[in-house]
């Protein structure tokens, strides 16, 4: 567990942080209205849902109150197209997107739907866009059809798959969701997991770290439902191969990557003893590498470690869907010494913080972290005390279902 009710100086501080850097993206009095980074020109979408984690993570998000709350899920509603997804592409206002049509909208959707679960409001539109998807067999070809190889991309798109399936569930009660993922996504996910690493996509070409961002975003689906994550000593040494020298997950650090190999760590405590001083000692590691990222002028948190240099970074690739493509394009960031903290920092050095502390828990960063499993990323094999989400939360949205 990492909830604690009192909190730490340490969790106090990492919170000071991060508000602060939420309110210097905040533009204007309007609700929801933040940017993500400095370098944006006014409020974007990602800024509004980043800020609604961070809030949230914090137990800062209800003190909006019920007024503005509502205001922000108008916000994100609004972008919400035909069929249900979501969408800030042009071109989406009116158009209704088949099963083969999602792979650009997909990463999207499953933000907007975090942030109206972390707002306790439902989306405005039914989610009619899954309706093909919705038998067993469907579900099964759609997992599978995915290049695996870049299990990192691959992974994405089923984290937002499952985020779409629980919504419909739990915000409009169609009851055989979970029949679907069982009968559907389940065998699929286990004919892709790779029994010599625990990762996904492994043997089909995609390397250790790459197979690493793909399993953490599978996992909070198992997680979520209950299913056994088998291979649990091999993902272990594949995890611990994954981290680097000082505690890093990526190259002088990199908010997902570090989040993703916390993730990791915290998890595979919770659910094996093999290796356990091992993964206590990577622990250890992580927690002081983190700690790097704190900014020095105490405004959130550095995409790269402050000890580190521009010539020894490696940009990250993010992975990117265009409408016709049947694989995702990778697009290099990160490498701009002048782009220096962004609304993720905020979130995932903070909340690995927070998983490093229900690992180890002498750490000085314990506190009464709020998680919501709704929102995947928060999503762990435990479930943390006051969060109803998943599959029981039905009573706690504004208005009737």
């Not at 567990?1 to 009192?6: D, F, S």
């Not at 659910?271 to 990222?293: F, S």
């Not at 105490?298 to 869907?321: C, L």
Request: glycine share 8%; aromatic share 12%; with cysteine.
């Amino acid at each position: 567990m990492i909830y604690r009710e009192q909190p730490s100086p340490g969790y106090e501080q990492l919170k000071s942080m991060a508000l602060a850097f939420v309110r210097r993206m905040k533009v204007g009095e309007e609700p929801g209205a933040y940017k993500k980074e400095a370098c944006e020109s006014g409020p974007s979408t990602y800024g509004a849902y980043h800020a609604a984690v961070i809030l949230s993570l914090f137990g800062e998000l209800d003190r909006e109150g019920r007024e503005n709350l509502d205001r922000w899920a108008e916000r994100i509603n609004a972008l919400q197209c035909p069929g249900g997804y979501f969408s800030n592409r042009p071109g989406d206002a009116a158009r209704r997107r088949g099963p083969d049509e999602l792979d650009p909208v997909w990463h999207f959707t499953r933000g907007m739907l975090w942030t109206l679960y972390l707002l306790g409001r439902k989306p405005a539109r039914t989610l009619d866009f899954l309706e093909p998807l919705l038998n067993k067999e469907a579900m099964y070809h759609y997992v599978k059809k995915y290049d695996w190889s870049n299990s990192w991309a691959a992974g994405n798109q089923i984290c937002a798959l499952s985020t779409a399936m629980f919504a419909l569930r739990d915000f409009f009660g169609v009851p055989y969701v979970d029949e679907v993922l069982e009968y559907g996504m389940f065998p699929a996910l286990e004919e892709l997991l790779d029994p010599k690493t625990g990762y996904w996509g492994c043997q089909f070409g995609a390397d250790l770290r790459n197979g690493q961002f793909g399993t953490i975003h599978v996992l909070p689906t198992y997680f979520a439902q209950g299913w056994d994550y088998r291979y649990l000593e091999r993902s272990v040494d594949s995890t611990l191969a994954c981290q680097n020298p000082d505690g890093s997950f990526w190259p002088c650090g990199s908010d997902c990557p570090d989040f993703d190999g916390a993730y990791m760590l915290y998890n595979l405590h919770r659910l094996t003893d093999y290796r356990r001083e091992d993964v206590e000692c990577a622990a250890r590691l992580y927690v002081r590498h983190a700690q790097m990222h704190k900014a020095a002028d105490g405004v959130g948190f550095t995409i790269h470690r402050r000890d580190s240099r521009p010539e020894q970074w490696v940009s990250r690739p993010h992975f990117i869907w265009l409408d016709g493509d049947t694989s995702a394009r990778e697009e290099i960031r990160d490498e701009d010494p002048t782009r220096d903290k962004i609304m993720l920092g905020s979130w995932f050095y903070p909340q690995s913080l927070a998983l490093m502390s229900g690992l180890l828990g002498d750490t000085g960063f314990e506190g009464p972290w709020r998680l919501t499993r709704a929102c995947l990323h928060e999503c762990n094999v435990d479930r943390e005390p006051g969060d109803t989400s998943l599959p029981n939360r039905k009573e706690a949205f504004h208005g009737a279902l």
